[in-house]
């Protein structure tokens, strides 16, 4: 059972530099979110997707992008990175069959940015 | 901004003590959840309570949710040091489609052996 897997678990990036982080999950679930968690500041959401074909916004947006092209794939790029998106990064998703659901979470993605 | 806001910070505890964790909230909630987060590792759900419910349990998890003061409390009992982790509050808004996680900052819990 996989559940939920990201890719790569690490990198180290220059500034500048494009990137992709990978999220896929084999649950059917309908929601998916990006978190970065930052020490002192917690989880923070990037974007989110209520179902395929749909993102929004989250507390923290902005230097990132998603896609939402089938059921099992939430991709985040950094399309040009910045030291200050230097985090770990959680990508998770939830039925979305109403709000009383909880989340699944991937084993997160740990990206320096220098 | 976020949500929740976990309190205390960090707690340490002796194998054997009750551990409690607070969590303040500042907007209408459909429900509240904890999640658990061992170092280094992805969030794992512990218990949701619905903004109807004022308490839940599940094994040595007990949950209580005040509406009225925007706050929640998350008890462990009988703790272990295989409980050391970090625990994380989140709500879900009322109203709307919209359902987005937010979390707070956080509890460093340590049991000591």
């Known amino acids: 059972i996989a559940g939920i897997t990201q890719a790569p678990t690490s990198q180290i990036l220059a500034a500048g530099r494009r990137m992709t982080l990978r999220c896929t999950q084999d649950m059917r679930h309908n929601a998916m979110y990006w978190y970065r968690q930052d020490l002192g500041l917690g989880l923070r959401l990037i974007h989110y997707s209520n179902t395929a074909g749909t993102t929004g916004k989250g507390e923290v947006p902005d230097g990132y992008s998603v896609s939402r092209a089938n059921t099992d794939d939430f991709p985040l790029t950094l399309a040009s990175a910045v030291p200050s998106q230097t985090s770990v990064y959680f990508c998770?998703?939830?039925?979305?069959?109403?709000?009383?659901?909880?989340?699944?979470f991937g084993q997160g993605t740990r990206l320096t940015v220098v | 901004s976020q949500q929740g806001e976990e309190d205390p910070q960090a707690l340490s505890i002796q194998e054997g003590e009750n551990a409690t964790m607070n969590c303040s909230y500042k907007t209408s909630i459909n429900n509240l959840q904890w999640y658990r987060q061992n170092s280094g590792r992805g969030l794992v759900h512990l218990i949701l309570?619905?903004?109807?419910?004022r308490e839940k349990h599940s094994g040595r998890l007990r949950v209580t949710l005040d509406t009225s003061k925007k706050s929640s409390s998350l008890l462990i009992t009988a703790s272990r040091a295989a409980d050391t982790a970090s625990y994380f509050c989140a709500t879900v808004d009322s109203g709307g489609s919209n359902y987005k996680l937010t979390f707070g900052k956080g509890t460093l819990l340590t049991v000591n052996p």
């Open positions: 998770a998703s939830s039925a979305g069959q109403g709000a009383y659901t909880e989340a699944f």
């Open positions: 309570i619905r903004s109807n419910e």
